[in-house]
Every structure is written in C-alpha cells, then in structure tokens.
C-alpha cells in the first residue's frame, strides 16, 4: 500500500484508536528569491550525492564545480541563507562534514549493482531498437569526440581565463540550454562561449551557412575547448550534443552597459546611489592610511541619514564618516551593482576587527584599500560597459586590462 506522508493507512487508524492526532505538516511558503536559493543548493547537494565530497576551487575542476564552490562559500557568508538551508542540509554540506553517502557491500552481483546506481538494463531484444542510435547521433558523437591539440591555443587561453573570471564574479552569467526552442532557434555565432559535458568552449570560427540534406541549414565551427583541444564540426552536431547534455548551457556576454549616469534624464527612474565613505576613526591603522580606506556600497536611502549613527555602528568601524563621492543610479539593481563592484575589489578588502558597543569583535565589510581615482575610473568603466575588461591590481594600486 502507498504511504501517505509518514505513516501508512494502518499506522493512522491505530494511533486514532489510541487517542493520538496525527498533525498534518503544512508546507512551508517561499519567495522567489528563497526558491532560486533552494534550487541552486540542491545543484549542490545533487553534485555532493554524485561525487561523494563538496564542490572544490581549482583550474583542474570542471565550471560547474567551481561555481558551485562558489555559491557555498556565498551562502555560507550569509546567515539568513544558512537559517533557510538547515533543515533541508541532510549532507551536512554546510559543516563542511559531508555524511558518506553510499556504502556499496562487496558481494554485490552486476544487477544488484547497476540497480544501486540507478541504471536500467536494457532490454536484450532484436526487436527492441530504442537503444540504438541513428547514423546522425553516431556521426555526430564521432564528430564532437574527434579533437586535436589546439596548436594556438595561447592565443585563447586568456579569453577562458577572463571569462571563468567574469562568471564567477557576476559580470556573466550561464543559462540553461533550451530544448524547447529547438534545432532551428538555436544562434551559435562566433566569439560564444558554451559549457558542454563540463567543459567551456569558445567558437572561434563559423564557415558560411549551407544547406544540410534535410533542407535545413548548417556552418562548419572550429570550437577551441578550455582543456587546450579542438574539433572542427558542423553546427547542428554542437547543437545536437548540447541537446542530449542535461547541464549544457550558454554563457552570456559580458560588460553591464550604460548602468547609470551623474545626471538623471526626466523620463528615468532613479534607482539609489553608490556612494564611497572616508572614515574619521582614531584607530592607528586607519588614520596611518586613512586617504586610502573606504568604505563603497549601494544604497536606496538618503546616505546622510544612513551614516547619522555611525559612530555607533560597526559597519562603519564605531566611528563618524564623511561622503566623499555619489554617483546616482537609474533602473538598475542596486544589489546586484553592489555585489559587481565589491566583487571587483575583493583582493583590496580592509581586514580588521572592530568591538561593537557590547565588546563582541565585528568583521565590518565593503572597505577596502582603494584610491578615490581608482573608484572615480571604475565607475566610468561600469558606465561605458567596459568594466570586464580590467582587473584591480593591489600592488600598483591602479586598474589593468587583461
């Protein structure tokens, strides 16, 4: 008999019989901002199940495990995400004591086995032909799989490296393939960056469009792959491998585009403010570089209202502040702008503790080690839609271009 909830039929009419009311769980309600966190986590619990050990950072792991690492630390940084993901962290991914998930006895047959796994064994029929691919999907597998060594691959190497960077720090982002669009409203252009079986690629080259022998149109592709190889192939045979991938996805341009500017034209909405904050504490460190020390957010408020109780806060280190710079912003999301420019800068981030009024040590954020010049140039990057192309450098203090 299906179960029903917890208890079967049998188990509700006995504890009827006892006197005991069986309370029916309600299920919880979510925000959509809480469901896209839920099902990003459970990306991660999936690749946890699969791998038996947390997502790690590295060049040698596949995109999608860096960006779940990623997503971790992020959640993990936030304690309102880590209160909605306890109760359903049945892996302990968030104590970083993830549970052996799968212990497999050592006097299993080859059925009992692929059952485990969750593999169906095929029906061994001569007439069952379901299994068997087409001459297309066999000469299309033999076509993605046939690579060589990218002879001039330095020459695209810092292309992968500027985009995983761009990715991971909000400036693209990837969506999934859609196979509801189908063959004939899937654009592969040149200069696009895919992730197919794990593995980021670049079209470099798209040859002039022919007719295939079903009348439906085809191009020749030289696809160069983050792991140094490459295929020439024909489009429809990337398409079609990207179909049957389940976590195939495209990776979207980068720059933001004209974000915001310093005057608001009369038809605009103004969206907030970035604004940047010298601190007046009388901290050593902080006064020794004090020119060079600020604190830079987005906020929807009126900043100086904001800051009428900083010497209270430990966000802006128990001490008054001044405004040293705004810049307005129009339709656009302050905190994903927020979480770009921070992100920018997260190699220049202030370190430092600071006792709140009750003497618990507080680690403030959104400070860092920046020229005002720098943030001034920033913004002019983000304001032509450029920004992606520079990276700050701490040592010399000053933005560079990849």
């Known amino acids: 008999m299906a179960k029903k909830d917890k208890f079967t039929v049998e188990d509700d009419e006995l504890l009827a019989a ?10 919880p309600s979510y925000t959509a901002l809480e469901e896209r966190v839920i099902a990003g986590f459970e990306e991660i ?82 007439t069952n032909l379901k299994h068997v691919k087409t001459r297309a999907e066999k000469k299309a597998a033999e076509e993605f799989a046939n690579r060589t060594i990218c002879e001039d691959f330095e020459k695209f190497k810092p292309l992968f490296e500027k985009t995983k960077k761009e ?47 079903n009348g439906e149109e085809d191009a020749r592709l030289r696809v160069i792959y983050d792991n140094g190889t490459e295929n020439d192939l024909l489009q429809r045979s990337l398409i079609r491998a990207m179909y049957k991938d389940e976590t195939s996805r495209f990776v979207t341009s980068s720059g933001l585009g004209p974000l915001f500017s310093d005057e608001l034209e009369s038809d605009d909405l103004e969206s907030g403010t970035i604004y940047v904050l010298r601190s007046n504490s009388k901290n050593p460190e902080i006064i020794k570089n004090r020119e060079i020390y600020h604190k830079i ?17 430990p966000t802006f280190l128990m001490a008054d502040v001044e405004v040293i710079a705004t810049y307005k912003l129009a339709n656009i999301k302050r ?40 943030i001034d140039e920033v913004v002019e990057k983000i304001k032509e839609g450029t920004i992606s192309d520079y990276y700050y450098d701490v040592n010399s203090a000053s933005l560079k271009s990849y």
């Open 18 to 27: 006892l006197g005991v009311e069986v309370e029916s769980k309600k299920k």
């Open 45 to 126: 619990q999936k690749f946890v199940e699969e791998q038996n050990r947390l997502p790690l950072h590295g060049e040698e792991n596949d995109i999608f495990e860096r960006l779940y690492a990623v997503r971790l630390e992020k959640i993990k940084e936030n304690q309102e995400l880590l209160d909605l993901l306890k109760d359903l962290d049945y892996q302990n991914i968030l104590s970083g004591e993830v549970k052996n998930l799968v212990e497999v006895p050592d006097d299993l047959n080859d059925e009992e086995l692929l059952n485990l796994l969750g593999v169906e064994e095929e029906e061994n029929s001569i």
């Open 167 to 213: 990715i991971e720090n909000g400036f693209r982002e990837t969506i999934r393939f859609r196979k509801d669009a189908g063959f004939t409203k899937t654009i592969i252009k040149e200069k696009l960056f895919v992730i197919i079986r794990g593995q980021m690629a670049y079209i470099a080259q798209k040859g002039e469009i022919f007719k295939a022998q």
């Open 297 to 313: 957010g987005v906020t929807g408020n009126d900043i100086n209202k904001r800051i009428q109780n900083a010497k209270n806060d």
């Open 335 to 374: 905190h994903k702008l927020e979480n770009l420019i921070q992100s920018f800068f997260k190699n220049a981030k202030l370190d430092i503790n600071i006792k709140d009024r009750f003497g618990k040590p507080v680690n403030p954020k959104e400070w860092f080690l920046v020229p005002l010049f720098v």
